[in-house]
C-alpha cells in the first residue's frame, strides 16, 4: 500500500513538473509575442502618422497651397534639413480688387 500512495506521488509530481514547465514554455512565447505586438503596433503608428502626411502634402497639391510647392521643390532639391522643422510661411491677406 505504501509503494502504491508513493507511485502515485512519483507520478503526480511528474506531472506537475511537466506543466509547470509547459506554462514556463508559454508564459515565454506570450512575453515575445506582446513584445512583437507592440513593436508592430509602434511601426503601424509610425506608418499612420507618415499616410497623414503624405495625404496633407497630396491635399496642397491639389490646392496648389505654394507652401506646399516651395516645401515639395525644397525637398526633391536638396535644399531641406531633414532635422529641421519648417514652419509654414505666415499667410499675407488676399487682395480685394
Sequence with gaps: MIILALAHVVIAATVIWGIQQQYAQRSQQVGELRHTAQAEATDAAQLQREVEVLEHLLDGMRKEDPYVIELLARDRLGYR?????????????ADDK
Design 81 to 93: 534639413n531633414p532635422e529641421r522643422l519648417e514652419v509654414p510661411p505666415p499667410r499675407l491677406p
